[in-house]
């Protein structure tokens, strides 16, 4: 296709699929069912790191996973005590354990101990405007940070990840969507402000993958965090401001319509 045709093409999917029918059978379904900014942001990050298998799966292993935090995450990662803990054993998805689980909530209750937000997490220190914001140094910045606290099991560093070890991170660009893109379609939240949509990675899994390689947005042989910057590269012809929003293009015309 020409580029305007194009274009054109992934603009009507967009509308198409960002919109709120898209939410009931999408993982985005869990954190869609809180109205506080901090329930929201850790309903999102669970479910998001959580996602891979069927989408229907996901979402049951995230309903049950919240129901043993009385659906009331946010109060459960501050005040909750050793009882409370024991509600979490034998949680289990996929490789994701309760070993996992354990040290995620001991983050999380670190991180809002010391802040309101979990987008802070993803500026890294030397961070001085949004002017010097890069998703690559973000995302490497989150990884040393969320495995910073002493004792954290071996086990767990596989599922967050980061450029550093040449994964797309997929789950972690697809939640930071969540968090910050800003439309009035009603799927992704845009309760976080720093960061901005035009700063964002296309998460790239194997759909967006396999389609964006027939509509050749993506040259790259291999798939690693250059191939997902490339991808958005070729995005950002199309809408410099919020390229990521052709992740719902992208992912339906996978997904749904097996293009």
């Excluded at 298998?53 to 129901?67: S, W, Y």
């Excluded at 040290?103 to 809002?112: A, E, N, V």
Aim: hydrophobic share 40%.
């Amino acid at each position: 296709m020409e580029f305007l045709e194009l274009k054109d093409f992934l603009d009507l999917k967009v509308a198409q699929y960002n919109r709120p029918a898209f939410i009931a059978n999408d993982p985005v379904c869990i954190p869609h069912r809180f109205s506080k900014k901090q329930d929201i942001e850790i309903a999102a990050f669970f479910a998001a790191i959580l996602a891979w298998g069927q989408r229907k799966t996901i979402i049951n292993k995230c309903t049950e996973l919240f129901q043993r935090m009385d659906n009331d995450p946010y109060n459960f990662m501050l005040q909750h005590g050793d009882d409370d803990l024991k509600r979490l054993l034998n949680f289990k998805h996929r490789t994701f354990n309760d070993t996992d689980l354990l040290y995620f909530i001991s983050f999380f209750k670190h991180h809002y101990s010391l802040s309101d937000s979990l987008e802070t997490a993803f500026l890294p220190d030397d961070f001085a405007s949004r002017e010097n914001f890069r998703a690559e140094h973000a995302l490497n910045h989150f990884r040393t940070y969320f495995f910073s606290l002493p004792d954290s099991p071996r086990r767990t560093v596989k599922h967050i990840s980061s450029p550093m070890q040449k994964s797309t991170c997929k789950r972690l660009n697809m939640f930071l969507r969540w968090m910050v893109r800003k439309d009035n379609m009603g799927v992704d939240f845009g309760v976080w402000n720093t960061i901005h949509p035009s700063d964002l990675i296309c998460p790239c899994d194997v759909h967006v993958d396999r389609v964006a390689r027939r509509l050749n947005l993506i040259t790259r042989k291999q798939t690693d965090w250059r191939t997902a910057v490339e991808l958005t590269e070729e995005l950002r012809k199309f809408d410099p401001r919020d390229p990521v929003k052709y992740d719902f293009a992208l992912f339906g015309l996978g997904v749904e319509e097996k293009f």
